[in-house]
């Protein structure tokens, strides 16, 4: 019990610097000190909570796990562009041989149809509870900072870890030690952690000023890549492909065009399918200020 207590609390001082690494230092104390109030807290789950499957049906979902990872998103900004699905899928892939993790997913939508629309678009493994009166947030009194969101619960559902690690690759591995240090298993030789897709900074600038980007898709294998599909994760996000076709050894570009609706810090994906492979994920992100 001695070690893995050290080994808690050892993740929790870095996971307070890295929620504020990138704040100014007035902000810091306020982040750590929110961080502290959760670690440990008894995260409560109402009782008739209902949670819909990828076909948006209805279902009975026991949350009786060893181990799990709550996701609370709310209404604000772009659901689909916070919520990353696909990045879920990717990252509990990993865990799909142990029954002990389960990961649950809680969103507080403006509409049920924006909620039903992102979970069928990024075919979403996992059961989602469509929380439209915000039950769980005022039942659990979370802090309105996002980055206070998601947290991993032990068997108690006392928070352990806090912080999402589909969107920044350093809480990603303190997720995949503190799982793998639950569950008995050696993260070196049981999990492969999958590299994050590419991501793109375009600083800060005027909200009503477009924006223009680019990204490559190299073809590295033996056989032509075919594109099926490119999409975006919002109506603000366009996004085309100069070819369909990428021959082994040549490229394509993929050029994003975004247009901020109001100003905001944003992160926007852009999905780009490719016939008999897994879907690459764009990122753009930046500040669109007054």
Not at 196 to 216: D, I, P, V, Y
Not at 257 to 264: G, L, V
Request: with cysteine; proline share 3%; charged share 25%.
């Amino acid at each position: 019990m001695r070690r893995i207590f050290v080994f808690n609390r050892k993740i929790a001082l870095l996971a307070i610097m890295l929620i504020a690494c990138s704040c100014a230092k007035n902000a810091q104390h306020k982040l750590s000190h929110i961080y502290r109030e959760l670690l440990n807290k008894q995260i409560l789950f109402h009782e008739d909570a209902a949670f819909v499957n990828s076909d948006l049906d209805t279902i009975k979902y026991s949350l009786n796990r060893k181990i799990k990872i709550v996701n609370y998103v709310d209404s604000i900004g772009c659901l689909g562009c916070r919520l990353r699905l696909s990045d879920w899928n990717t990252f509990m892939d990993d865990f799909k041989d142990y029954d002990d993790l389960q990961l649950i997913t809680i969103i507080n939508p403006r509409k049920i149809s924006e909620a039903q629309y992102v979970i069928q678009r990024d075919s979403f493994w996992f059961p989602v509870c469509i929380d439209l009166e915000n039950i769980f947030f005022r039942l659990n009194k979370l802090p309105h900072d996002n980055l206070f969101h998601c947290f991993l619960l032990d068997e108690n559902n006392r928070i352990v870890l806090i912080g999402n690690p589909v969107q920044n690759p350093q809480i990603r591995d303190l997720y995949i030690r503190t799982i793998c240090e639950r569950l008995g298993i050696k993260p070196e030789l049981n999990i492969v952690s999958k590299p994050f897709n590419q991501r793109k900074s375009l600083g800060s600038f005027n909200w009503q000023t477009e924006q223009h980007t680019t990204f490559s898709i190299h073809n590295t294998g033996n056989e032509p890549m075919l594109i099926d599909t490119i999409f975006t994760s919002c109506e603000c996000t366009t996004a085309e492909i100069d070819k369909r076709s990428i021959e082994p050894a040549d490229s394509a570009i993929v050029s994003i065009r975004f247009k901020a609706e109001k100003p905001e810090q944003f992160m926007r994906e852009v999905y780009v399918g490719v016939q008999g492979k897994e879907t690459i994920v764009f990122s753009i992100e930046g500040g669109a200020m007054e």
